[in-house]
């Protein structure tokens, strides 16, 4: 939208992609700040059923944050947007993630999903690979993001650190506990935490907190527990944090 000759491209990457030879990927610009639109083909949803969308994403350079939306539309046009789905200021993992999204349409029609770039200047890529759509069903409970909620300078023995826990399925999600174990500089700490009910498409916010006052790496490895879970192959992970302090 900009017309900086900067956009979306689909090229054959295969040191990019997550799998496969070809990548989704945004560049940039070196003087003005990113407002380009990627619409996926159109898709035929019905009113009433929970669908659950995803894909994997990494940046190419860490310490440059990526700025991102994700959503969907009823047109393939940025007016034509209904929902987002997330609107994120902070993709900086150079390894691949994956999102995923439950969610409702209002009627039955074509709908496009769509990833607006929105970077400063200066940033570099942003990758995005292995789209997926289908029905969500039963239970199916997930960890969408981990992140520390505070700055390099008050990393000490409580820092506060946030898990996002995401209703992925078409039941309400029943309660559960997420498992965390900590590996650091000198020490390994072991949590519990209780997760609440969530209904579909409902996210909570599960805190702990850490033991991080030595400088250097933090790896957290959860697993998440709840009864009836049909995927548990979204319910565990692992997210490195560092204490750069």
Known sequence: LNEDGISWDFRSATAYAFSGSRVF?????????????????????????????????????????????????????????????????????????????????????????????????????????DFSLEKAVGIDGSIHDVSIETTACQVDDETPVLFTLTNLGSENLPAGQLEIQISGPGNTQSLVASTPQLQTGEKADIRIKANMTKYGRYVFNYNLQIPGDLDVTNNQGSRTIYNHR
């Open 25 to 129: 990927l945004y560049g940039f610009s070196n003087e003005l700040q990113a407002n380009d639109w990627l619409f996926s083909d159109c898709a035929r949803l019905k009113a009433g059923v929970v669908y659950k969308v995803g894909f994997s994403y990494r940046v190419f350079d860490g310490d440059y944050n990526e700025h991102i939306d994700f959503g969907i539309a009823s047109a393939i046009d940025p007016s034509a947007v209904i929902s987002i789905l997330e609107s994120k200021e902070d993709y900086n993992n150079y390894n691949y993630r994956r999102a995923s999204y439950a969610f409702m349409v209002p009627q039955d029609g074509n709908y496009y999903f769509a990833w607006h770039a929105r970077s400063p200047a200066m940033r570099r890529y942003f990758f995005m690979d």
